[in-house]
């Protein structure tokens, strides 16, 4: 599977960016995409993730009613809208693509776990300056 994550970029805070994930390699319907983070001396951490065959979509926290992910099923592309950007949003966003193992996986919130995703974008980076 091939990852390519664009869109990242300097922002100030209370702006908005695009992120986008442009997929190949396989076929996507089964898939579960993510986008996760990490920023400098930080962790990865999950952001959003959507069901690519139902259009279901999962957020973290921290980022409900500021980012909406999204699918162009046409284009094979994952999109991450960000909006009312905080300079804590400061990290390299990575896109991830992974297949649910289970009946339960959504249930369960697997796809909060960036060991279920085996392809990953190179990441791009987005900076919020206060």
């Known amino acids: 599977v091939q990852l390519q994550a664009s869109g990242g970029g300097l922002v100030q805070a209370g702006e908005s960016l695009r992120l986008s994930c442009a997929a190949s390699?396989?076929?996507?319907?089964?898939?579960?995409m993510g986008w996760f983070r990490q920023a400098a001396g930080k962790e990865r951490e999950f952001v959003a993730a959507?069901?690519?065959?139902?259009?279901?979509?999962y957020y973290a926290d921290f980022v409900k009613g500021r980012f909406t992910i999204s699918r162009d099923n046409a284009k094979n592309t994952v999109y991450l809208q960000m909006n009312s950007l905080k300079p804590e949003d400061t990290a390299v966003y990575y896109c991830?693509?992974?297949?649910?193992?289970?009946?339960?996986?959504?249930?369960?919130?697997?796809?909060?776990?960036?060991?279920?995703?085996?392809?990953w974008g190179q990441g791009t980076l987005v900076t919020v300056s206060s």
């Open positions: 991830a693509a992974g297949r649910p193992n289970s009946s339960s996986f959504f249930n369960a919130g697997n796809y909060r776990y960036a060991g279920y995703y085996d392809g």
């Open positions: 390699g396989r076929t996507f319907n089964n898939n579960v």
């Open positions: 959507i069901r690519w065959s139902v259009g279901t979509t």
